[in-house]
């Protein structure tokens, strides 16, 4: 089974500021046949279900503001909100599908407006 | 627009049985793999089942098997997880989501507590 763990637990970061998270897999998720991280991130606010942001590691979904990037390969994943805004307040959760179709998330990290 | 609309939570004694419904629009239902998400009070996802577009595979999660069942029926748009012998540790909000190796719409989930 592949573990996911992500980091921090908890950060709180001030308007306008850089917010990084980072998820770690116990083993690589880069599938070499074709090149691509099967890594997706998710944002969830209080009593919602959550929503995609980005999936292939760095594909952004339709919708999702620009502020928000996916990076890394193989091992390491970082999420990436480069100007935080008020609505940025929420727990974010990676997951892996390289173990398709049986997959798993981390555990996820709360984020707060400083 | 994607609708996932999920009922049949509630309260339920351990050892006992609920069936959980979502009801899906907007989308081609019968072509799309469908998974069940949890989340227990206060935690993470949890990723519990998903089914092949036909019905002809299913996978779960290790703490599940042979306890919760994932079926669907194409001709009226909806995913079903039948649920045997729950146990406390089932206590959660169940999600359905359509399965495209990520989860990019999601219902608003339905609570199941498991509780004497």
């Known amino acids: 089974d592949i573990v996911v763990t992500q980091s921090p637990d908890s950060l709180a970061v001030s308007l306008g500021e850089r917010a990084t998270i980072n998820c770690k897999s116990s083993?690589?998720?880069?599938?070499?046949?074709?090149?691509?991280?099967?890594l997706a991130w998710y944002q969830q606010k209080p009593g919602q279900p959550p929503k995609l942001l980005i999936y292939w590691a760095s594909t952004r979904e339709s919708g999702v503001p620009d502020r928000f990037s996916g990076s890394g390969s193989g091992r390491d994943f970082t999420l990436t909100i480069s100007s935080l805004q008020a609505e940025d307040a929420a727990i974010y959760y990676c997951q892996q599908y390289y173990t398709t179709p049986l997959y798993s998330f981390g555990q996820g990290t709360k984020l707060e407006i400083k | 627009e994607v609708q996932l609309v999920e009922s049949g939570g509630g309260l339920v004694q351990p050892g006992g049985s609920l069936r959980l419904s979502c009801a899906a629009s907007?989308?081609?239902?019968?072509?799309?793999?469908m998974s069940w998400v949890r989340q227990a009070p206060g935690k993470g996802l949890e990723w519990v089942a998903n089914?092949?577009?036909?019905?002809?595979?299913?996978h779960y999660i290790d703490s599940v098997k042979g306890r919760l069942t994932i079926f669907r029926d194409n001709a009226k748009n909806s995913l079903f997880l039948q649920m045997n012998n729950l146990r406390d540790e089932d206590t959660a909000v169940y999600f359905c989501?359509?399965?495209?190796?990520?989860?990019?719409?999601w219902g608003q989930g339905t609570l199941v507590t498991v509780s004497s």
């Open positions: 083993q690589s998720i880069l599938y070499s046949s074709n090149n691509k991280n099967y």
């Open positions: 907007g989308f081609i239902f019968s072509r799309y793999w």
């Open positions: 089914i092949k577009e036909d019905g002809s595979e299913k």
């Open positions: 989501a359509l399965d495209q190796l990520w989860f990019d719409s």
